[in-house]
Structure formats: C-alpha cells, structure tokens
T-cell receptor
C-alpha cells in the first residue's frame, strides 16, 4: 500500500536556526514527489516537484532533496514568515488518475 | 499565473439547505479536483475531473454533487449536509492527468463550510 510519513509532526526553531523536515514514502514506482506550504485557513501553495533520486531544487531559504526512500526539505536561516505547515505528497507510478497521497504534514514555528 | 479562485470564502448552511461552491481557473488546465480538509489533517481527495468528465469519485456521499460546466469551471453542489461535513473545501487544477506526468496541482484558497 502506498504510504507517506512526515516527521517531525511539529518543529519549533529560533530565527536563523537551520533544520530539515523529513518525508519518507513507500510507493509502487514514484512518478513524482511534491512539497506544499499551507498557512492556517488557506489552500496549499505549491513549492517543488521532484522526479528522481538525487534531484535537488531550491527556492529562497528552502531546498528539497530526494532519495529512493525519502525527501528532505532543508530550511536555511529561517524567518518567522516561514512558519506554516509543510505537506509532502507523492504520485504513484501506476496511477494515471492524478491522485496524490499526502503525509500528515509538519507544522513549523519560527520564533523571532 | 497559477491562480485558482474559489467562492464563497465562507459558507454557513443548515442541514436542509442547498448551496453550491464554485471554482475557476484560467491556466488552460484540463484536470480539476475537489478536496475536503479537516483541521490538522491533510487534504482528502473527493472528485477528479479530466477534460470535463468525472474521472474519480472517492466514494463520496451523494449529498455532494460535482459539476464541470466547462474546462475553466468546477462546481460542488451541496444538499442535506450533516454537521460532520463542516470543513475547508479546496479546489485544485493541474495541466492534465495521465502517465506522462507528474503534473503539479495548484490549489485555491478554499471555502470554509459550516453546517449547523
């Protein structure tokens, strides 16, 4: 069964304190792995798509990496405005339906 | 432009009411989705439309009725809802669906629905 697990559930950082969020996945052939950011009461905002092991993508203070079993979202020198829930989702290689399998999310709080 | 719009932002309805949620995108995307999200949970897929045809219904109760009038619009008709249906309803779109993907999904801001 396809599954996505994110850790930790919650993360508190001081401003400037770098850290990483983890997304472990079990899927029958990975078509793509997606990272989203979601602010309270709003829709998820697309951040990155990763396709194959070894791939890396960056956007401002965020860097996403992918291995055959997991993805990391590295946050370098975070600011309070980076506080949000970060969602990881995968699309199975056997799926032609567009269905995403989401993890439970990591809620990040960055204190000034 | 990667904008998906949803109306209304908030909706309060009684269990005997009929209401509709609307979603619009002008990115030329041919796949559109409805999700339901409860507090502190990830989005849960309800329906997928591909080229204006219903592709997936994730065993959603019939009190939720989707409609795709054209490639830019997606509606969700609500009737005789229960209090447990209160949630954030999200619309999303992607370029298409299929084995040539993956195609990232872009989400709207959501409609906060409260059923009293």
């Amino acid at each position: 069964e396809d599954q996505v697990t994110q850790s930790p559930e919650a993360l508190r950082l001081q401003e400037g304190e770098s850290s990483s969020l983890n997304c472990s996945y079990t899927v029958s052939g990975l078509r793509g792995l997606f990272w989203y950011r979601q602010d309270p009461g709003k829709g998820p905002e697309f951040l990155f798509t990763l396709y194959s092991a070894g791939e890396e993508k960056e956007k401002e203070r965020l860097k996403a990496t992918l291995t055959k079993k997991e993805s990391f979202l590295h946050i370098t020198a975070p600011k309070p405005e980076d506080s949000a829930t970060y969602l990881c989702a995968v699309q199975s290689g056997s799926s032609n339906t567009g269905k995403l399998i989401f993890g439970q999310g990591t809620t990040l709080q960055v204190k000034p | 432009d990667t904008e998906v719009t949803q109306t209304p932002k908030h909706l309060v309805m009684g269990m005997t009411n009929k209401k509709s949620l609307k979603c619009e995108q002008h990115m030329g995307h041919r796949a559109m989705y409805w999700y339901k999200q409860k507090a502190k949970k990830p989005p849960e897929l309800m329906f997928v439309y591909s080229y204006e045809k219903l592709s997936i219904n994730e065993s959603v109760p019939s009190r939720f009725s989707p409609e795709c009038p054209n490639s830019s619009l997606l509606n969700l008709h609500l009737h005789a809802l229960q209090p447990e249906d209160s949630a954030l309803y999200l619309c999303a779109s992607s370029q298409k669906i299929g084995l040539a993907g993956p195609y990232e999904q872009y989400f709207g801001p959501g409609t906060r629905l409260t059923v009293t």
